[in-house]
């Protein structure tokens, strides 16, 4: 899916450091979502975005801050990284409410 | 808040067996999405449920949404290789974004 791209694909940070993955999709989809996967606890739901300058938190938004300035960039930051947030992250976006998201590719953060 | 759970866990199959999964969720959904992901891979959009009892197919995949619009199940007949991944199913309440079951991994010994 060209038309949704995340960056970097792998990520290794350091404990404490401030990282921000990106999110750039080119369909001028209004919904944008960022989620966590994880062992065991399969795709949870950290923020989530339906239209531009207008977010709001899902299931497991601590220690993550997003923006929307600009309606096709949805960058996600780890304000101070904790090992806890090591994990693949997808970046989604939809069209209209809850209907056939598609993904980004992941990005793959490790903290040490 | 929502759950969705899914089951099994894992399923191993030969080729050519069939092979189903399961997704409840605890509270009435509009919608019910399934989605594949390979390994390594991210999650691809199979199919959207929304009337309830609804049937639908995709070649050798069965999908259905039960009466309830609480349950639902996906059906794949005669696996192949190419039908290894984790399947998820994932639904909203209301308006809020898709939740995702934990999904089921499939494997399939040639």
């Known amino acids: 899916d060209a038309g ?15 990282v921000t993955l990106m999110c750039h999709q ?10 966590r ?32 300035s600009k309606t096709e960039n949805f960058p996600l930051t780890l304000e101070s990284a904790t090992r806890s947030q ?4 997808f970046c989604a976006s939809s069209g209209r409410p809850n209907y056939g998201y598609t993904f980004g590719s992941g990005t793959r953060l490790t903290v040490v | 808040g929502q759950q969705v759970m899914q089951i099994p866990q894992y399923q191993h199959v030969q080729e050519g067996e069939d092979f189903t999964t399961y997704c409840n969720s605890s509270t009435t959904l509009s919608n019910i999405q399934w989605y594949k992901q ?6 691809v ?12 197919k995709q070649k050798r995949l069965t999908f259905q949404f039960g009466e ?16 290894v991944g984790t399947y998820f199913c994932a639904g ?7 939740v995702f079951g934990k999904g089921t991994r499939l494997s399939v010994i040639a």
């Open chain 1, 4 to 18: 949704i791209t995340q960056s970097p694909r792998y990520k290794i940070t350091e404990t404490g450091r401030q």
């Open chain 1, 26 to 35: 080119t369909w001028s989809h209004s919904y944008m979502f960022w989620y």
């Open chain 1, 37 to 68: 996967q994880d062992l065991g606890h399969g795709l949870r739901l950290i923020y989530y975005s339906a239209a531009a300058d207008i977010t709001d938190k899902g299931e497991v938004p601590d220690g993550y801050v997003v923006s929307r």
């Open chain 1, 86 to 89: 090591t994990s693949v992250y």
């Open chain 2, 38 to 43: 390979r390994p390594g891979g991210h999650p």
């Open chain 2, 45 to 56: 959009f199979l199919i959207q449920l929304v009337k309830s009892g609804e049937v639908k």
């Open chain 2, 68 to 83: 309830a619009k609480k349950n639902s199940s996906l059906h794949i007949t005669a696996t192949q290789t190419t039908d």
């Open chain 2, 92 to 98: 909203p309440s209301g308006n809020t974004p898709l």
